[in-house]
């Protein structure tokens, strides 16, 4: 694993060398689909948003579910770094509330550099999340701080079709439960044809390992996706995505419940972004993820349904 990242890092870094002339909890960020135009020395966002998630505490099969309301409001802003051309600075600022008394607000921060050019482009960023529900540790529900640096690169190899690189480092600390510490790697690469406006396929595998703490907790993550995009008109951008992810644990302990286990987690997810106005888009989301494991009494499913406002200025 580590011997396949030393030459990501270094590609990632090279990318942004020459330029210089990315918790599953929310759905994409309201920059994801579309690049912002490099013309303004500004560019400003303020989003709003209502999540609705079920099953939120991921209750096995034949439990009790609990759904829950996120109420999400976020405001950033960008600044292009030179004269002419498409390097540009970003941050934002994310407050999500929660409606349910075991749940404490969340803030969290995204400091980033990208370059949308051709036939380079790159996205690099910093993410901060304060109190920040996770459950990638014993499928339990807690609240970790989690910080998170990633990178993407891109090359248009040709006027159709586009290869990517990207890998992730995130470490997740809890207050009341220090022995879920963990640090997750992953690295990743996908090809994705561009030559038509209307339809946009791609297809992506990222493989990962999350070690934790207790050492029966940690495992291998590797996911393999499909996605498609595309433009239905000026005014619509879309999306849509299948996932297959497993997860296969670490744990050479015979007496852990752990032991031999194995999770298949299918996701279908999907979002649409309408402009209504000039500066005014409609963002909504969609979520249905189906988890088996090999192990008894494991099963569950988890949606994810979202609706807001994001107004550019």
Request: proline share 4%; no cysteine.
């Amino acid at each position: 694993m580590r011997r396949f990242l030393i030459p990501v890092v270094l590609v990632l870094a090279a990318a942004t060398a020459v330029s210089a002339q990315d918790s599953e909890q929310t759905p994409p960020r309201p920059d994801q689909g579309r690049r912002e135009p490099v013309s303004r020395l500004f560019e400003s966002w303020l989003r709003g948003q209502m999540l609705l998630f079920g099953n939120f505490f991921q209750a096995t099969e034949g439990g009790e579910e609990e759904g829950v309301a996120v109420l999400l409001a976020e405001v950033g802003t960008s600044v292009r770094l030179t004269r002419s051309g498409p390097l540009r600075a970003y941050g934002s600022v994310n407050y999500l509330r929660y409606d349910d008394e075991a749940l404490d607000s969340s803030r969290g921060f995204r400091l980033g550099v990208r370059s949308a050019g051709r036939p380079h482009a790159f996205d690099v960023y910093y993410d901060r999340q304060l109190d920040r529900p996770t459950f990638d540790v014993g499928d339990v529900f807690d609240r970790a701080d989690i910080d998170r640096i990633a990178g993407e690169y891109s090359n248009r190899l040709t006027r159709a079709w586009q290869v990517t690189v990207d890998v992730e480092r995130e470490r997740q600390r809890f207050d009341l439960s220090p022995g879920r510490d963990n640090d997750f790697l992953a690295a990743g690469a996908a090809v994705r044809y561009r030559g038509w406006r209307a339809l946009s396929p791609e297809i992506g595998y990222r493989a990962g390992e999350r070690e934790v703490e207790d050492a029966r907790q940690s495992y291998d993550q590797r996911d393999l996706y499909l996605q498609l995009r595309g433009a239905a008109g000026p005014s619509i951008y879309w999306s849509a995505r299948y996932r297959d992810r497993t997860r296969e644990y670490l744990t050479a302990d015979i007496a852990s419940s752990n032991f031999g286990r194995a999770d298949d987690r299918h996701q279908i997810a999907g979002y649409v972004d309408i402009t209504l106005r000039d500066r005014l888009v409609l963002n909504l989301y969609g979520a249905w993820e189906e988890v088996d494991s090999n192990l008894p009494r494991r099963d569950f499913d988890t949606t994810l349904f979202a609706a807001g406002l994001t107004y550019r200025f």
